[in-house]
């Protein structure tokens, strides 16, 4: 049972243009949400998180929207570069601090120079 | 700079040999985790711990076994090694929970 979920498995934009990246969840308990890039041959790195009780955070060109009611989060690249062409992966936390992610399968992102 | 370093970034191991990987963080974060990553399946947690000697299953322990004899170092076990356990290692570590760090992982193949 795959509670969280990231049903494009790549996606191909073209330098400048925005990038999309999207991830459904099922659990309404999931009390915090983030984003991690991983390039090959090395291991994910955290790229940006929200709390539940927030609907978008910001931090220089990505931004990470959160729609509790379609449980649905969406990380958005602007403007896209070829650097940001790696595998990101969406991971929620399960309320109580237990320190556990769910991840998502994965995302290929590939930027086109 | 948080460091999660992992013993071998490849490794070939027989059909029911006794495997061994390593992790070890410099940061001293109380939780550690390891999980694997397979196409298609993103990370799945096998086992985590969020203090020396405490340990807690995630969702795919069968065949695995992890130790926590001190702070820094964490270390997951492959009792008798399966060719289904085919896959890259990742080791991480947190404090707070949520965020965690990764080691650059371990791709294990067995044959």
């Known amino acids: 049972d795959q509670q969280v979920k990231q049903n494009s498995p790549s996606l191909s934009v073209q330098e400048g243009r925005i990038s999309i990246l999207n991830c459904d969840y099922t659990?309404?308990?999931?009390?915090?949400f983030l984003w991690y890039k991983k390039y090959p041959a090395e291991g994910p790195t955290f790229l940006i998180s929200i709390s539940s009780i927030k609907d978008k955070n910001e931090d220089g060109r990505f931004t990470v929207f959160l729609n509790k009611s379609a449980k649905h989060l969406s990380l958005h690249i602007v403007p896209s570069q070829p650097g940001d062409s790696a595998v990101y992966f969406c991971?929620?936390?399960?309320?109580?601090?237990?320190?556990?992610?769910?991840f998502g399968q994965g995302t290929t992102l590939q930027v086109k120079p | 700079d948080v460091k999660v370093t992992q013993s071998s970034r490849y490794l070939v191991k027989r059909t029911g040999e006794k495997v061994f990987l390593e992790c070890v963080q410099d940061m001293d974060h109380e939780n550690m985790f390891w999980y694997r990553q397979d196409p298609g399946l993103g990370l799945r947690l096998i086992y985590f711990s969020y203090d020396v000697k405490m340990k807690e299953k995630g969702d795919i322990p069968e065949g695995y076994s992890v130790s926590r004899e001190k702070k820094e170092r964490f270390s997951l076990i492959l009792e008798s090694a399966s060719t289904n356990q085919t896959s890259m290692y990742l080791c991480a570590s947190g404090s707070p929970p949520w965020e965690q760090y990764f080691g650059p992982g371990t791709r294990l193949t067995v044959t």
């Open positions: 659990n309404s308990m999931f009390d915090y």
């Open positions: 991971a929620a936390s399960p309320s109580g601090n237990t320190g556990k992610l769910i």
